[in-house]
């Protein structure tokens, strides 16, 4: 595929530790100017020159207006160590990874593909508030908010972002 042919995008699971009881939520965006009037995670395209791993912080950062970071956690990875050689059916386990736990790829209506790479990240210091302001114009309309597990996938059953959000919570329940 060459470069006009694909998009390149990068998003988040958002977690924290709910302030007073310790459970586990995850932050859930709702777009409310769609006629679907849809629920998502946030994700958003590659600026130039920046990293998958930069793009993600920053679209969770700016669709749900929650200073984040990446969350390691062990994932399982065809990718290989340093400097070491791996067959690609081979899959090993990279502890304290921040490297993406799931990919998504769809063909958009002009015939390109778009594929999203998920990262896990994690509200700074479990507790910081949340910035007003920082969306694009695009992303006005988008209401977030950290919700427990169960109604996380609530909101997204029918989803794709179901099964997003399985993964990272297995990941993030090992990691804790």
């Known amino acids: 595929f060459p470069s006009h042919a694909f998009v390149l995008s990068a998003g988040s699971v958002l977690f924290r530790t709910h302030p007073t009881t310790g459970q586990l939520e ?15 995670l946030p994700k958003g395209r590659k600026d130039q020159g920046e990293s998958m791993a930069t793009t993600a912080v920053r679209e969770t950062y700016e669709e749900t207006g929650y200073p984040c970071e990446l969350f390691p956690c062990t994932i399982p990875t065809r990718s290989p160590y340093p400097g070491k050689s791996l067959k690609p059916y081979v899959i090993l386990e990279a502890k304290d990874s921040v490297e993406p736990f799931y990919m998504t790829v769809r063909e958009l209506k002009d015939g390109s593909l778009k594929q999203v790479w998920w990262y896990i990240t994690w509200l700074q210091g479990n507790s910081a508030e949340k910035v007003e302001g920082v969306s694009m114009p695009s992303e006005e309309g988008y209401e977030s908010e950290f919700v427990d597990v169960p109604r996380a996938l609530e ?18 329940t090992k990691a804790l």
């Open 26 to 40: 995850i932050c859930v965006v709702h777009n409310t100017h769609r006629k679907s009037n849809a629920w998502i």
């Open 155 to 172: 909101v997204f059953e029918g989803s794709f972002f179901k099964e997003i959000v399985i993964k990272a919570v297995d990941l993030v």
